[in-house]
């Protein structure tokens, strides 16, 4: 069975994509050191899974300690998560993001290429595209000024992939580039667990909706939208994780190629559209208000798929609607347990 490093594993995209990994026969060994995830979601991969997948609690910035589990374990590949991912945060505080989010690629790319390891699926994003001049994006599309620090980590983490392949020509590398991941597993065993208030406007949803926030509030209503609110690609999670899986077997299949690939649902749908879905799928009301804009936030931005439907055979399977049911059952499920 091939072992699959996987940084960042106890997040909560990290821990659906170990799910599926293991569904297809892989063996994933999640490297984090929790400074950015819970704990229960151990326990949720637990019954789920039946067993929990081999973790070691490190961080991926502490390059002899990933060493040694590289040496260790002897994995077939990596992919590689773990980052801070809070836009707003990011504006706020962007020393932290900078030192964490690349220097843990730079330590992950050290230690692959003394150990000898040549295949990596990288976490990118969609920021790397800015504010674009034309929806959808394509893979092609021009790479404008980011909107945030964080933005700008992968757009520099991105660069640092294509020079690392430049001077080590068998490193063989998937950059996916991730739309708006939302929703959780069907089950209700996993899904996002934010600390404090939710930076994510799914999780803020199912909060608000269920009493824990008093309401919600809107980033602005006054953008160049038709109701006046960001639009998004929301990317179920369960989708984004089997893309993972795909990235992977089109790394065995393309030694010594390096490319970049969206991963979104191929369609945009705006805040207020997501509320408005939530209200309508699980007949609960929602109170929220609108607020001044957010720094950092792009206007509008969607997926062109194409290039992943062709190349890795994936293709977005579920809706925003199956996103909507599947996060309000984990969050009921998440308080039922306390």
Same mark, same amino acid.
């Given at each position: +069975?091939?072992?699959?490093?996987?940084?960042?594993?106890?997040?909560?995209?990290?821990?659906?994509?170990?799910?599926?990994?293991?569904?297809?026969?892989?063996?994933?060994?999640?490297?984090?050191?929790?400074?950015?995830?819970?704990?229960?979601?151990?326990?949720?991969?637990?019954?789920?899974?039946?067993?929990?997948?081999?973790?070691?609690?490190?961080?991926?910035?502490?390059?002899?300690?990933?060493?040694?589990?590289?040496?260790?374990?002897?994995?077939?590949?990596?992919?590689?998560?773990?980052?801070?991912?809070?836009?707003?945060?990011?504006?706020?505080?962007?020393?932290?993001?900078?030192?964490?989010?690349?220097?843990?690629?730079?330590?992950?790319?050290?230690? +692959?290429?003394?150990?000898?390891?040549?295949?990596?699926?990288?976490?990118?994003?969609?920021?790397?595209?800015?504010?674009?001049?034309?929806?959808?994006?394509?893979?092609?599309?021009?790479?404008?000024?980011?909107?945030?620090?964080?933005?700008?980590?992968?757009?520099?983490?991105?660069?640092?992939?294509?020079?690392?392949?430049?001077?080590?020509?068998?490193?063989?590398?998937? +950059?996916?580039?991730?739309?708006?991941?939302?929703?959780?597993?069907?089950?209700?065993?996993?899904?996002?667990?934010?600390?404090?208030?939710?930076?994510?406007?799914?999780?803020?949803?199912?909060?608000?909706?269920?009493?824990?926030?008093?309401?919600?509030?809107?980033?602005?209503?006054?953008?160049?939208?038709?109701?006046?609110?960001?639009?998004?690609?929301?990317?179920?999670?369960?989708?984004?994780?089997?893309?993972?899986?795909?990235?992977?077997?089109?790394?065995?299949?393309?030694?010594?190629?390096?490319?970049?690939?969206?991963?979104?649902?191929?369609?945009?749908?705006?805040? +207020?559209?997501?509320?408005?879905?939530?209200?309508?799928?699980?007949?609960?009301?929602?109170?929220?208000?609108?607020?001044?804009?957010?720094?950092?936030?792009?206007?509008?931005?969607?997926?062109?798929?194409?290039?992943?439907?062709?190349?890795?055979?994936?293709?977005?399977?579920?809706?925003?609607?199956?996103?909507?049911?599947?996060?309000?059952?984990?969050?009921?499920?998440?308080?039922?347990?306390?």
């Amino acid at each position: +069975m091939k072992k699959i490093i996987v940084t960042g594993g106890a997040g909560f995209i990290g821990s659906h994509t170990a799910v599926e990994l293991i569904n297809a026969g892989y063996e994933p060994i999640i490297i984090d050191d929790f400074s950015n995830s819970d704990e229960r979601v151990l326990k949720g991969l637990q019954k789920l899974l039946g067993r929990t997948p081999v973790v070691y609690r490190t961080d991926c910035t502490d390059k002899d300690a990933v060493l040694e589990i590289f040496k260790t374990e002897k994995p077939d590949a990596v992919i590689h998560f773990a980052a801070y991912k809070a836009v707003n945060e990011s504006v706020e505080n962007p020393l932290k993001y900078y030192r964490n989010n690349l220097l843990s690629l730079v330590v992950i790319l050290e230690v +692959m290429q003394l150990v000898g390891m040549t295949k990596l699926v990288f976490s990118s994003s969609c920021t790397v595209y800015g504010q674009p001049d034309e929806n959808p994006v394509m893979e092609t599309s021009p790479l404008k000024a980011a909107a945030s620090p964080y933005g700008y980590t992968k757009q520099i983490s991105e660069q640092i992939i294509w020079d690392q392949h430049k001077a080590f020509p068998k490193l063989t590398s998937a +950059m996916l580039r991730y739309f708006n991941p939302v929703g959780a597993h069907p089950s209700g065993h996993i899904g996002e667990l934010p600390f404090g208030v939710p930076n994510n406007l799914m999780p803020y949803i199912t909060q608000t909706a269920i009493g824990i926030r008093h309401q919600l509030v809107v980033f602005g209503d006054d953008y160049n939208t038709l109701d006046g609110t960001c639009i998004r690609d929301f990317i179920h999670v369960v989708d984004l994780a089997k893309a993972h899986v795909s990235a992977i077997l089109w790394l065995d299949k393309n030694e010594g190629e390096c490319d970049v690939f969206n991963i979104g649902q191929g369609r945009g749908d705006s805040v +207020m559209d997501a509320i408005k879905t939530f209200v309508r799928v699980t007949g609960e009301q929602l109170n929220y208000v609108v607020g001044a804009r957010r720094p950092g936030d792009v206007e509008q931005v969607w997926a062109d798929t194409t290039k992943a439907e062709k190349l890795l055979n994936w293709k977005a399977e579920l809706t925003l609607e199956d996103a909507v049911k599947d996060a309000w059952l984990w969050e009921q499920n998440l308080q039922k347990k306390g």
